[in-house]
């Protein structure tokens, strides 16, 4: 049987990191690994290709097609299957992903058979063994949704796995035609590697711990070691939503990186009181070749820093850029963006930076109510666009104090100076550090510069549609 695989590009309007980052899907490449030797499947990357879609359909008919889907991939992920549903007619079609399982609602549409809510590898192999069965009855499938005269009917919930051991390694070949075009920031190639999903923190804007309720589901250092070990990229993006949750598993996962010599360079996320905790951990992690972390600090102000659900404690911020600058790691510093700011306020976030050489990149985030989250449920009467293209934490999905076209340029301003802090601060400027992927990076900005610009025509234009669909 003939199963493809779609990874939908970003919707037209979004902007952000779209602009500067391409990550292999990982998610599809597991479901390919899970597959391998029982069907023919085939996986097109559109973030990178778009085109490719068209060409792959031309001479390969699949029985299923399915895609995945974050929140900012909804409109190009329907548009994905409505093509595989053009060139095969008869083929079964499957979204699953992020978005999928925290709000299904978006996926209410005719074009779409079946949504996979949470881990989909297991789940996926069984629809595409009852379907090579020549049955369509999927019923007894866990952690399945489908939608029936407007009615969401979901099939028994399948339990999260305790680990992730049980999964196959990712197979990598199925992307072999992309890989050289994966890349993040000034890094010219990357290779992503989930080591865990899920966090236990209850911040109210956060959408990974409505995706596993809370929990934390780790892979063994063991398997992470292998996959490590056999990827060819030299930068590793691990994509976990807290990587060092279990700090003993990370030590274990550094004792053997740093004993097997192995020579790499990483980016992942920690959180602050992690790394005030972990002190020696983290000095492992840079000896083993960790540059980066992203944290987010969200803000300067602790009284609405608690309002957030963040958990940290006053003073823990600064106690962290101090341990990572002793340590010989970056930071990439998140900040939330609240609908009141002036340039005072981005002025206060800039001279916390300067004190901090620590911080080499800084992150501006509109509080953004994704679905699913308590923020969304607390806020969703005042969203003033349901356009998932929007939900890139970028743009402004509440009404604003100051006026939007205001916030957007003093973002676009502050961005213009985050682009002078990294040059020299990651050393880009060094002749011997010059790279032609530079200017593809330069390019990224420049699309991000004018797109910030009109941000604001671009949330009226699609509000007074919807007001007017709403009339």
């Not at 999260?160 to 000034?186: A, F, V």
Request: proline fraction near 6%; glycine fraction near 6%.
């Amino acid at each position: 049987m003939k199963i493809l695989l779609i990874n939908p590009p970003c919707g037209i309007r979004t902007i952000g990191l779209k602009n500067l980052t391409k990550i292999e899907p990982l998610n599809l490449e597991l479901l390919g690994a899970t597959l391998k030797g029982y069907h023919e499947v085939r996986l097109v990357d559109m973030e990178v290709a778009p085109e490719d879609l068209k060409e792959t359909l031309s001479d390969f008919i699949p029985d299923i097609v399915g895609v995945t889907s974050e929140a900012v991939h909804v409109e190009t992920a329907l548009g994905a299957l409505r093509m595989g549903r053009l060139a095969a007619p008869g083929c079964l079609t499957v979204v699953g992903g992020h978005q999928p399982t925290v709000w299904p609602e978006d996926f209410n549409n005719p074009v779409v058979d079946i949504i996979v809510r949470g881990e989909g590898t297991e789940s996926f192999k069984e629809i595409c063994d009852v379907w090579a069965g020549g049955s369509n009855n999927f019923q007894h499938i866990k952690g399945l949704a489908f939608y029936k005269e407007g009615e969401l009917i979901q099939t028994p919930h399948r339990p999260l796995p305790k680990n992730l051991d049980h999964q196959p390694m990712p197979d990598r070949s199925l992307t072999k035609k992309y890989r050289s075009e994966y890349y993040y920031l000034w890094e010219k190639r990357v290779a992503a590697v989930r080591s865990s999903v899920g966090c236990s923190f209850p911040c109210t804007f956060c959408s990974p711990r409505i995706y596993t309720n809370g929990a934390f589901i780790p892979r063994s250092p063991e398997l992470l070691l292998e996959e490590i070990e056999g990827l060819e990229e030299e930068f590793i993006y691990l994509c976990d939503d807290h990587a060092f949750h279990d700090p003993d598993r990370m030590h274990k996962l550094v004792d053997m990186i740093l004993s097997k010599g192995i020579k790499k360079r990483y980016f992942t996320y920690a959180r602050v009181d992690s790394i005030v905790a972990n002190k020696e951990l983290f000095a492992l992690w840079a000896k083993a070749g960790l540059q980066l972390v992203m944290s987010g600090l969200e803000s300067l102000d602790y009284e609405a820093l608690k309002r957030t659900g963040k958990r940290v404690e006053k003073g823990q911020d600064i106690e962290a850029l101090n341990i990572l600058k002793d340590v010989g790691i970056g930071m990439s510093a998140g900040f939330l963006v609240e609908d009141n700011f002036t340039c005072q306020d981005f002025q206060k976030i800039d001279d916390f930076v300067k004190q901090h050489p620590a911080i080499i990149l800084t992150e501006y985030t509109p509080l953004t109510p994704l679905p699913g989250t308590v923020l969304h449920r607390k806020v969703e009467k005042d969203i003033i666009t349901n356009d998932r293209q929007f939900y890139d934490l970028q743009h402004f999905l509440l009404p604003t104090r100051t006026p939007a076209k205001k916030l957007y340029k003093l973002m676009r301003d502050a961005y213009g100076r985050v682009v002078i802090r990294v040059f020299f601060r990651a050393g880009l400027w060094k002749p011997k550090n010059w790279s032609w992927h530079y200017i593809k990076m330069f390019k990224g900005l420049i699309k991000n510069f004018f797109a910030l610009g009109n941000a604001h025509l671009q949330i009226d234009h699609v509000t007074r549609a919807d007001q007017d669909l709403a009339e």
